[in-house]
T-cell receptor, first 115, second 114 residues
């Protein structure tokens, strides 16, 4: 079974500063995908960034980047130059590459960007 | 593209009533997922379909829950009879099986059972 753990229920960051959200996971799979989803107050689930486990290079999307440590089963999200619109719940998620392609979610981190 | 469409956006009902949630996936997608979000359990998979066929329904809480996908453009999640503990946000998501498997989520249905 796959499990995803987010150990930070809540975090805050000053506008324009950098924040890192933690995520660890447990799996026996060799190939898989990892995702970070953002859920603002509108409750819409929005994909922020994804990482293929077979790629050593960390994914980057504008101000968002990840630190993927496969051996440690760690997948943290770094948000640079935080903006007020980044205030949301952030969910880390895991998906197997083959077979069942549903998402396994962590419990989420509530991020507040302070003006 | 209109994205994944869910209806209704909000549903308030009384215990014992039947509730039907609806989902229209993105055209061309062949996988559809129903997730439930609660404070206690977070986001959890209820059931998913590939090519309109239910693949894994192990997350369906009990026999009161049922899901159908009669065609590639429509799915329903039914709760009969509903109970207060079913109160949650229900998300539908769709994807095209492939190298990225990105799932696109609908806006969710907030269900309140009184």
């Amino acid at each position: 079974a796959q499990t995803v753990t987010q150990s930070q229920p809540e975090m805050s960051v000053q506008e324009a500063e950098t924040v890192t959200l933690s995520c660890t996971y447990d799996t026996s799979e060799s190939n898989y995908y990892l995702f970070w989803y953002k859920q603002p107050p509108s409750r819409q689930m929005i994909l922020v960034i994804r990482q293929e486990a077979y790629k050593q290079q960390n994914a980057t999307e504008n101000r968002f980047s990840v630190n993927f440590q496969k051996a440690a089963k760690s997948f943290s999200l770094k948000i640079s130059d935080s903006q007020l619109g980044d205030t949301a719940m952030y969910f880390c998620a895991f998906m197997k590459q083959t077979g069942a392609n549903n998402l396994f979610f962590g419990t989420g981190t509530r991020l507040t960007v302070i003006p | 593209d209109a994205g994944v469409i869910q209806s209704p956006r909000h549903e308030v009902t009384e215990m014992g009533q039947e509730v039907t949630l609806r989902c229209k996936p993105i055209s061309g997608h062949n996988s559809l997922f129903w997730y439930r979000q609660t404070m206690m359990r977070g986001l959890e998979l209820l059931i998913y379909f590939n090519n309109n066929v239910p693949i894994d329904d192990s997350g369906m809480p009990e026999d009161r829950f049922s899901a159908k996908m009669p065609n590639a453009s429509f799915s329903t999640l039914k709760i009969q009879p509903s109970e207060p503990r079913d109160s949650a946000v229900y998300f539908c998501a769709s994807s095209l099986q492939g190298s990225y498997n990105e799932q696109f989520f609908g806006p969710g249905t907030r269900l309140t059972v009184l």
